[in-house]
């Protein structure tokens, strides 16, 4: 158990080193270290694992070849493009299923949504990655060369009426944050 242990958050390190990039067995088996090297057969188990369970080989990648469909492979309806439809349908085309996705509005990515108008822009959905280590969102970023900008620790939240909510209100003290 140890040694799977070791072997995947190996697998998982060189990974991250290039997620832009889909792995693969055979070139992770050169770049894992010894003693975890030897045991080729326990490698391909653990890779199959973390890429069957999404902890690599997720978000946007370039993949050495197209995947194959498996045979009678199922149709999978995903409803909604926002991300995790995207995402979702993503990996189970990665894992050769048939898949089709059905989105309400004309245009994808749900929630995320920027307001532009003149020199102004507002995030109205997602905008705010918290937790950077193990963070999908934190790898997705870095696929797309997307640059994630700290913020400050004090950061004002704003009414929709533009009047700012008091400190410690939240949404106990009836702010619609």
């Known amino acids: 158990t140890v040694i799977s242990c070791t072997l995947g958050t190996d697998c998982y390190f060189v990974w991250l080193e290039d997620p832009k990039n889909k792995l693969t067995v055979e070139n992770a088996m050169p770049r894992i270290e010894p003693p975890h090297n030897e045991d080729e057969e326990l490698i391909k188990r653990v890779y199959e694992y973390l890429n069957r369970y999404g902890f690599i080989n997720f978000g946007v990648y370039t993949s050495p070849k197209p995947p194959e469909p498996l045979p009678n492979a199922p149709k999978v309806l995903v409803v909604g493009a926002g991300i995790s439809g995207l995402t979702a349908a993503r990996q189970l085309q990665e894992f050769g299923l048939n898949v089709e996705v059905i989105e309400a509005r004309s245009v994808v990515g749900g929630r995320v949504c920027t307001f532009k108008e003149s020199n102004y822009v507002a995030d109205l959905g997602a905008m705010v990655v918290t937790g950077l280590g193990g963070n ?42």
């Not at 939240?157 to 944050?177: C, D, I, N, S, W």
Request: net charge positive.
């Open 136 to 177: 999908p969102l934190a790898v997705l970023a870095k696929q797309l060369n997307l640059e994630l900008m700290p913020i400050k620790q004090d950061c004002p939240l704003y009414e929709f009426t533009g009047q700012m909510v008091p400190k410690g209100a939240g949404r106990a003290g009836g702010a619609r944050v």
